[in-house]
C-alpha cells in the first residue's frame, strides 16, 4: 500500500471508492425495479441491507426475489471496489439475529489492476433489461461456457435448455404462470403498483419507456409481463424496425404475414443446490456476473421470464423435470437485441444510503 500516502488519506479514498461502489450497485437488476436495497455507509465498510417495505408480499411472500435482486446488487459492489483498486471482503449474511444485514462488505486493501473487473464495471450501466426479440446471431459457445463457469464458482448453474420439447414446456408455464396472475386481483394488483402510468416522476418500477407496446410473440412464445395491463402503453416500434420484419418466414402472433418468427434466443435457467437466503444470494450474485459478462463479451442483454417461479406448484415442478432436483432461481432468454435496447429508471444513490453510526 502507498506509504507516501499519509493513513488517513488513504481511508478517505477508500471512503470515496465505497460511495462510488454503491452508486454503481443501484444499476443492479431487481424485480419489477423495486430496488429493494439499502446501503450502510461506515467509512470503509458497507452494510447491504434488504428493505423489507419494497418485498413484493403476493408473489414473493419468502423474499426469495427480494434476495436475488440484492444478490445482483451485491456482486456490483464487489466487481466495483475491485474494479476500483481494492479487495472486496464480503461476509455474507454476518448476523443471524439481523437476518436483513444481507452483507458486510470492506474496501480493503490495494490489488494489482484487475482489468477483467474494469471490464465489468464498465458496462454496469449499459446492461439492460430487453422485453423483446433477440436477432438470429449465435451466442459464442465459449462465451456461454464461461459464463457457466463463473456462475458455478457463485455455487450456482446455469442451464441451458435446449430440447425444443422443454423450452415449449417452460414457454407453457410462463403463458399459464401470467393468465393466473392476471386472474388474482392481489397479484395483479400488486404488479400494477409497480408499473407506473406514463409521465409518473417515479424512480422506480418498470416504466413505459421500458417495454414494448407489441411484445413480440417468438416461438416459442414466453409470456410477457403485463405492464400496461390494458391501457396501450409501452414504447412504439420505430417504423420499420419491427422484429420480424424481414421478408420470407413463416409470420405468427401479431407480425405481419409472411415476416419470419421473430428469435426466442436462448433459453436458461438459474439454479441453486438449496433453497436458503444464502443460496438466493448467491443466486442473484451469479446472475449479475454473467448479465455483465454477457453485456461486456457480446452486448448480449436478458429478457426474464419469472411469472412460473412464483407459483410454487410450477416452481417445484420446473425443478423436479428441468433442473435435476436444484432450485429454479430464474428463467431468461438471452440473445444480441434486435431492435433498440429501453431505458430504466433508478432511485440516486443518497435516496438509498445512510450513513452507519
Ligand atoms: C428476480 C428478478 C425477477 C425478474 N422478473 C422479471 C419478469 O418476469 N419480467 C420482466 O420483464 N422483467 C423481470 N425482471 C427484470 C426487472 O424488471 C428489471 O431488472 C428492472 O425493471 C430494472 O431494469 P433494468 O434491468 O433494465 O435495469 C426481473 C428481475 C429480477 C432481478
Redesign the pocket.
Known amino acids: 500500500m502507498g506509504s507516501m500516502w499519509p493513513r488517513s488519506t488513504v481511508t478517505d479514498r477508500r471512503a470515496e471508492d465505497a460511495r462510488r461502489a454503491v452508486e454503481a450497485a443501484v444499476?443492479a437488476?431487481?424485480?419489477?425495479?423495486t430496488q429493494p436495497w439499502r446501503f450502510g455507509l461506515r467509512g470503509t465498510r458497507i452494510g447491504l441491507r434488504a428493505d423489507p417495505d419494497r418485498r413484493l408480499e403476493v408473489a414473493d411472500p419468502e423474499g426469495r426475489?427480494m434476495l436475488?435482486?440484492c444478490g445482483?446488487a451485491l456482486f456490483t459492489l464487489r466487481v466495483a471496489i475491485r474494479a476500483l483498486g481494492h479487495e472486496a471482503e464480503v461476509h455474507v449474511l454476518p448476523d443471524p439475529d439481523r437476518p436483513h444485514l444481507l452483507a458486510d462488505v470492506h474496501v480493503g486493501a490495494r490489488i494489482e489492476e484487475d482489468e477483467d473487473a474494469r471490464r465489468l464495471y464498465a458496462v454496469v450501466r449499459r446492461r439492460?433489461?430487453h422485453?423483446g426479440a433477440f436477432r438470429p446471431d449465435p451466442v459464442r459457445p465459449s462465451l456461454l461456457s464461461a459464463m457457466k463457469l463463473e456462475a458455478e464458482r457463485e455455487g450456482v448453474r446455469l442451464i441451458q435448455v435446449v430440447e425444443t420439447h422443454t423450452q415449449l414446456a417452460l414457454a407453457g408455464l410462463t403463458q399459464a404462470a401470467e393468465h393466473i396472475q392476471q386472474m388474482s386481483p392481489a397479484y395483479a394488483g400488486e404488479a400494477a403498483r409497480w408499473a407506473p402510468a406514463p409521465g409518473s416522476r417515479r424512480a422506480d418500477g418498470?416504466h413505459e419507456v421500458?417495454y414494448p407496446s407489441r411484445p413480440p410473440h417468438t416461438e416459442p412464445d414466453f409470456a410477457?409481463?403485463d405492464f400496461a395491463r390494458g391501457h396501450g402503453w409501452g414504447a412504439r416500434e420505430e417504423p420499420g424496425h419491427e422484429p420480424g420484419n424481414e421478408p420470407g418466414g413463416e409470420g405468427g402472433g401479431g407480425q405481419a404475414a409472411g415476416a419470419p418468427r421473430p428469435v426466442t434466443g436462448l433459453v436458461i435457467l438459474v439454479a441453486t443446490p438449496d433453497d436458503t437466503p444464502l443460496d438466493w444470494l448467491r443466486a442473484g450474485q451469479a446472475l449479475q456476473r454473467a448479465l455483465l459478462r454477457a453485456t461486456a463479451e457480446a452486448d448480449l442483454a436478458a429478457a426474464?421470464?419469472?411469472?412460473p417461479l412464483e407459483i410454487p406448484e410450477f416452481r417445484e415442478f420446473i425443478g423436479r423435470r428441468f433442473c435435476n432436483g436444484h432450485h429454479p432461481q430464474?428463467l431468461m432468454r438471452l440473445g444480441v437485441p434486435d431492435g433498440p435496447v429501453l431505458t430504466?429508471v433508478r432511485r440516486p444513490a443518497e435516496e438509498v444510503v445512510y450513513e452507519e453510526t
Open positions: 444499476w437488476p431487481s424485480v419489477h425495479n426475489e436475488i435482486s445482483a439492460r433489461t422485453r418498470v421500458s410477457a409481463r426474464f421470464h419469472t411469472q430464474m430504466t
